[in-house]
Structure formats: C-alpha cells, structure tokens
C-alpha cells in the first residue's frame, strides 16, 4: 500500500474534536473553503475526479466542516475512492506535501 493511499486514510480518523490527536481548538479553524490550490497537482486532480462520492462539494465545504468530518463522511470517502486516485496517481513525495497541508489547516501541528 503505498503512503499516499495510507495518509488520507488515517487523517480523518485522528482529527476529531475532542478527541486525542484532533485540532487543538476547533473553534480557531477557518470557516472558509479549503485551500485546495496549496495541493500537490496530482492531489488537486484526485479530489475533483473523486467529488462525485464525497456528499459535501469539496470546493464548497469549509475548512472547520472538513476537518472535523462530524459525519464521517471525509473518513469514508478518503478511504475508499480518493485513495484508490491518490494511490497512482501520486508520488510518496506528494503524499508528505498533502499530509503537511492537512496537519497545517486543522491545526494539527
């Protein structure tokens, strides 16, 4: 399983509220949309072709909905149709690039 398959598929789960690992305080995440043109263009690419399973737009939902997945929604989808794209479409580079943004925008770092 390459890392850019694995690395979607964890995020999620460690980024709840509440929860150890989740955003230090989510009241401080932006409530505007992702910053998705700070992506890996293979990133970019994946996200949009992917879109289609994930219930929220990605181009729409906020950065505080998004990090927190109180639906599991990002959960799921990460786990089954972005990282089936991501897998080949991405290099283990441009995995760390998109962990790094993820860390950054929900305040995980």
Known sequence: M????????ILPAIAHAGEPGGPKDPESLSRGPLPLH??????????QSEDRWFPPDINMISVYDFCLD????????SQHSLATCTNSACTKAEA??????????CHLN
């Open 38 to 47: 700070q992506l890996p263009e293979c990133w970019q690419g994946c996200l």
């Open 70 to 77: 109180t639906g599991l929604h990002v959960r799921f989808w």
């Open 96 to 105: 760390y690039v998109s962990q790094d943004w993820y860390f950054d925008i």
């Open 2 to 9: 390459k890392a850019s398959n694995v690395l979607f598929a």
